[in-house]
DNA sequence: ACCGCCGGGTGCC
DNA sequence: ACCGCCGGGTGCC
């Protein structure tokens, strides 16, 4: 098998799809390191070389396009052989022997990242120049410059150059009417769903492809291929919370069941029958799709090109498959309950529970199956998944954010999803960085930036170092596949949607003299600790400890009552500074209370791996948090010399310790003890006010504390208000019950919901309340926002009167002062900061939190 | 390959 | 003639 692979004579050409898959692969790599390779390296500089052997292949390249360089070891002839290939895995040639010395020496060292690009295309068929240009880290590059000079080639500084392009735009106008859809679609989802049709069966390529002659170019990357690089079909359609996504796509899924062709309506047709007849007038029949595509200052219109049915499509696939969080599963059923007609019959299959039904011929004839990731991933991880046996018509992402680590099994799963349309919902496309776009793109296989070499190389390292050109890229990109549309956006000078108004006002809170007393005694304590720490440059060495100050002084300002003075006092007075000398049962004890302390709170860790919120959460020896999926990846590629990403320390996998499972929390002891604080006082005042002004207003009350919830309670029933609760560790039935309750308009509903500000997160429609009280400011101000839009939505009536509470003199001004930071931040650089900015940025937030 | 390299043919100018 | 030079054959790794 591997032998046949290099085997080839003179005058042989390579043409066969096996070789040209088995070199992608090469390229793509087994897809378990996608997210290792770090993007972060520097330039150390770039030397001209030659590709030979160019008439025995047939991979083309141009002027200015990159080639991969695939190291092959195996190669019968050389040993250090390095082959060229172009953007779509197809071979080119090999690097000249004596060149690929040099090369093979520095890859199979893992010295530096070796680039290519070629400068003049080919001239001739035998041989080509190349540039190539070497990436590492800064600790390497003596090592490569030694390597490079006495081989006797020479390194010139500086990159190669790179192009602009201009774009042309794409507006579509269409009108037509929707029969199973009961529910009047508003302008802007209508738009969507127009464009969400367009995406599904036009078959123009995307705008950075240009057909030259015989050949397909690609202007981002300077490549071509012969054949018609493959299209996406689906898109990103990344609105606002609260514009009607699920309702869109309800549309979507009933209107554009086959080439624009609707689903059948009334009688339902049997399972096995193929869809043919339709009973009443297609919608598409009186649609009228115009494009205008305005290129270069001219405007052409033209129909939109007509799908071209492709070969690969299984034409009988019929079934949407829907993939969301738990938490809104319920809330498409709700959905469709409500806006479909009910003469319409819709087989739609929630598939869920233990009991679902897997038959794969069951499935394939739903019109609609509903899923959850975890279900996915459960089923992907077992031997025949029947999701992934499918051959679905549609796959749709709901939260697509979800998915935006490529290293969960989750991300893997959806990927592996056979299917001809693929979309993905998201109100948030990019919540922490630019990497968290590249899974979006590899899911709706955007070629060739589904593989990551070309999409770090074009996209993601062009616009960390701020080159403009490769933000215009990303723009360009992300236009072609993405609808977002905000609140604030208009539809022919109208405003999307007209919500209602929304304000925030800050209600600072004075301490009581004991209370401040309690809150300086500790306040002092922590500032000793990490100005030691700060001083001896250890902070992110000693995160867990800073971050246990950090929470326990938030908590002081909730209400002191809050900490367990148990875990208090392991932490700080055993604990923090020394690890080492402790026996490995303490030490392991001690550390699952550092990682009780740092997630147990509420607080949203985020992991410095995958930079998301901590799922499957280990601590480390060093006492660092993170997925273990991912930590577990960075042991497994690093092996021995395996350091942890925040403080460098040694990491071993058998030293990494889990969370026990959950133990009850003992709530009586946190009741017994109850007593009230400024904070408590001060909620319970506005809400009494609240009352007495008018008691159909309903609230939430949210914390990012469950503890501090559970305090609230105690006043709320003496008071005699009715409330709910909803937080992180309830399952699903009863969060819908929940929600279900706080949002029906029955006379005796609860007026107050109380809500952990992480479940308050994705999701959930809590339009019934109109005033907000923000018990405690996050590390994230878009978290705030996100919790805020589940009541200032689509179906709110009411002006929208946000309250954070904030106590004067205290770690709650400072973190405020950094949110507007941050949100600054997100607005000037889109977010992509890399993790050692961000690294960095946390000393100084933690310096500027202490006032230190 | 409008090269470099190899090796055979050749050999004053 | 154990050289230089010429020109044909040849050519990735």
């Known amino acids: 098998m591997q032998s046949r692979r290099w085997f080839g004579g003179a005058g042989f050409s390579f043409a066969d799809d096996q070789v040209t898959e088995t070199l992608s692969q090469a390229i793509r790599g087994t897809g378990e390191e996608l997210d290792r390779e770090p993007d972060t390296g520097v330039l150390f500089g770039s030397l001209r070389g030659s590709v030979v052997g160019l008439r025995y292949y047939t991979g083309v390249v141009n002027k200015g396009e990159m080639v991969s360089l695939v190291r092959q070891p195996q190669n019968p002839y050389d040993c250090n052989a390095v082959m060229v290939a172009n953007v779509y895995g197809s071979q080119v040639g090999h690097i000249k022997r004596e060149l690929a010395v040099l090369l093979a020496n520095i890859m199979d060292n893992n010295l530096a990242r070796v680039e290519g690009v070629v400068p003049f295309g080919v001239t001739n068929q035998f041989t080509m120049s190349v540039v190539l240009s070497f990436w590492g880290r800064e600790e390497n590059r003596d090592a490569v410059l030694r390597q490079i000079t006495s081989r006797s080639f020479k390194l010139q500084s500086g990159p190669t150059g790179t192009h602009t392009h201009t774009y042309s735009l794409l507006f579509v106008c269409v009108s037509f009417d929707l029969q199973a859809v009961c529910t009047p679609l508003l302008p ?64 979507l899924i009933l209107s554009n069941f086959h080439h624009g062709k609707p689903l059948p309506k009334g009688k339902q047709s049997a399972p096995q029958e193929k869809v043919r007849h339709y009973t009443h007038p297609r919608p598409f029949d009186d649609c009228i799709i115009w494009c205008v595509c305005v290129s270069l200052g001219k405007s052409v219109v033209s129909p939109v090109e007509a799908a071209s049915s492709q070969s690969t499509d299984d034409p009988a696939a019929r079934a949407t498959l829907i993939i969301c969080p738990l938490s809104v599963l319920s809330n498409w059923l709700d959905q469709l309950d409500q806006h479909v007609r009910a003469d319409v019959k819709l087989n739609v299959y929630l598939y869920y529970g233990s009991e679902r039904n897997r038959d794969t011929h069951f499935l394939s004839s739903q019109h609609m199956v509903l899923t959850t990731y975890n279900v996915l991933s459960a089923d992907y991880s077992g031997s025949a998944s029947p999701l992934h046996t499918v051959s679905w018509l549609r796959v749709v992402l709901d939260e697509g954010h979800i998915i935006r680590n490529p290293n969960t099994q989750q991300s893997k799963a959806v990927l592996k999803l056979n299917t001809q349309r693929r979309w993905i919902l998201t109100g948030t496309p990019i919540q922490n960085n630019l990497r968290d776009l590249w899974m979006l793109v590899a899911f709706l296989r955007l070629k060739p930036f589904d593989v990551r070499e070309w999409w770090n190389r074009v996209i993601q390292r062009p616009v960390t170092q701020g080159d403009k050109t490769g933000l215009q890229n990303l723009q360009a990109l992300v236009k072609c596949v993405t609808l977002r549309r905000t609140k604030a956006s208009r539809v022919c000078g109208r405003p999307l949607v007209s919500l209602p108004e929304r304000s925030v006002r800050i209600e600072e809170v004075e301490l009581t003299q004991k209370e401040r007393e309690e809150y300086e005694l500790a306040r002092t304590e922590g500032r000793t600790t990490i100005s030691r720490y700060v001083a001896e440059g250890t902070v992110l060495r000693n995160y867990a400890d800073v971050l246990a100050i950090l929470v326990r002084l938030r908590q002081f300002c909730c209400n002191t009552h809050i900490w367990v003075k148990c875990v208090y006092t392991h932490t700080f007075c055993n604990f923090c500074s020394r690890l080492f000398s402790v026996t490995p049962a303490e030490l392991r004890e001690r550390l699952i209370m550092k990682l009780r302390l740092v997630l147990g709170t509420g607080s949203d860790e985020e992991c410095a791996v995958c930079l998301d919120s901590v799922r499957l959460p280990v601590i480390t020896h060093c006492a660092h948090v993170y997925c273990r999926p991912c930590i577990a990846e960075v042991i497994r590629s690093e092996q021995e010399q395996a350091r942890c990403p925040l403080c460098r320390g040694q990491i071993k996998a058998s030293e990494l310790v889990e969370f026990p499972l959950e133990e009850e929390e003992e709530e009586s002891n946190l009741l017994e003890n109850w007593r009230s604080s400024s904070k408590v006082e001060a909620l319970m005042s506005s809400l009494l006010r609240l009352r007495s002004e008018d008691d159909s207003i309903r609230s939430l009350v949210v914390s990012q504390f469950t503890r501090f919830l559970t305090i609230l309670e105690i006043p709320l029933r003496e008071e005699g208000f009715k409330f709910v609760r909803l937080d992180g560790t309830m399952n699903q039935k009863r969060r819908a019950q929940v929600i279900q309750e706080f949002q029906s308009d029955a006379p005796g509903s609860p007026l107050i919901m109380l809500l952990s500000l992480k479940a308050g997160g994705v999701g959930i429609n809590l339009s019934a309340a109109s005033r907000v009280f923000l018990m405690d400011p996050a590390w994230n101000p878009a978290a705030e926002d996100q919790c805020v839009d589940r009541c200032h939505r689509l179906g709110q009536k009411r002006d929208v009167v946000i309250t954070k509470f904030i106590v004067k003199g205290s770690v709650e001004e400072n973190m405020v002062k950094i949110q507007r930071q941050k949100q600054d931040l997100v607005e000037k650089a889109f977010g992509t900061k890399n993790p050692s900015e961000r690294k960095t940025s946390r000393v100084d937030e933690i310096r500027a939190l202490m006032e230190l």
């Open 188 to 251: 802007h989802q209508k738009q969507a769903l127009s464009w969400m049709c367009v995406c599904e069966n036009n078959a123009a390529l995307p705008h950075f492809w240009e057909v030259k002659g015989e050949l397909f170019y690609n202007t981002l990357t300077h490549s071509s291929v012969r054949e018609r690089p493959q299209r996406v079909r689906g898109g990103i359609l990344a609105d606002d919370m609260g514009l009607g996504k699920t309702l869109t796509t309800i549309a």
